[in-house]
Nanobody, 123 residues
Framework: QVQLVESGGGLVQAGGSLRLSCAASGRTILGYTMGWFRQAPGKEREFVTAISWNGGTTYYADSVKGRFTISRDNAKNTVYLQMNGLKPEDTAVYYC????????????????WGQGTQVTVSS
């Protein structure tokens, strides 16, 4: 199983940007779909974005499309989430997740999770 550690969260004003990183260890992420999910207080964990094992296909929630960009560097065993045009409603704990093979956009199929990083967007 792959171990994941997120970093890059913080406090930012609305309209600002943050770049999250997810460093994987234990095994290569080659062959894994990588995803980002988020969970705000009192809400369920929701899908944000995912990227196929070779980076050829990306998936985005409608709420972040055009503002967020997921990318991966398999050589560095790292996945990134560039977040631009942040809004207060983007405030949440952001989790990196991994699953072998085909992409998914729900949390259930992802077997490996990081501990999360807090993103807070002030208005």
């Amino acid at each position: 199983q792959v171990q994941l550690v997120e970093s890059g969260g913080g406090l930012v004003q609305a309209g600002g940007s943050l770049r999250l990183s997810c460093a994987a260890s234990g095994r290569t992420i080659l062959g894994y779909t990588m995803g980002w999910f988020r969970q705000a207080p009192g809400k369920e964990r929701e899908f944000v974005t995912a990227i196929s094992w070779n980076g050829g296909t990306t998936y985005y929630a409608d709420s972040v499309k055009g503002r967020f960009t997921i990318s991966r560097d398999n050589a560095k065993n790292t996945v990134y989430l560039q977040m631009n045009g942040l809004k207060p409603e983007d405030t949440a704990v952001y989790y990196c997740a991994a699953k072998p093979g085909r992409a998914a956009t729900t949390p259930g199929p992802f077997g490996s999770w990081g501990q999360g990083t807090q993103v807070t967007v002030s208005s």
